[in-house]
């Protein structure tokens, strides 16, 4: 298994997906009021759902509005949300 992950530069390939996925994810936050922040690394994101910018509380059922939504459209087929609902985050995992 670790030739396999060294031979396909696995390690490279998700640390540049992941730099395009961060900077995807960024641009949504700076686009819409109700998302508060992007954390993660990788492969693995979550987005904070708040009630607004200014106020900055979590707001779990837009949090789980959204990730509904997402997961009836799978978003492209390769993401797959999910919740956090006591910090009204949506996690975004790429395979």
Not at 5 to 13: D, F, M, Q, R, Y
Not at 14 to 33: C, F, I, N
Not at 70 to 75: A, E, N, R
């Amino acid at each position: 298994m670790l030739e396999v992950i060294s031979n396909e530069k696995l390690v490279s390939s998700a640390k540049m997906v992941g730099r395009s996925l961060q900077s995807s994810l960024r641009k949504l936050v700076d686009k819409h009021p109700t998302l508060g922040d992007i954390r993660g690394s990788g492969l693995v994101w979550g987005i904070e759902v708040v009630t607004n910018k200014q106020e900055n509380l979590p707001d779990s059922s837009l949090a789980t509005d959204i990730m509904y939504r997402l997961k009836g459209k799978q978003v492209r087929d390769h993401f797959w949300p999910s919740l956090r609902p006591q910090a009204a985050v949506v996690g975004v995992m790429c395979p």
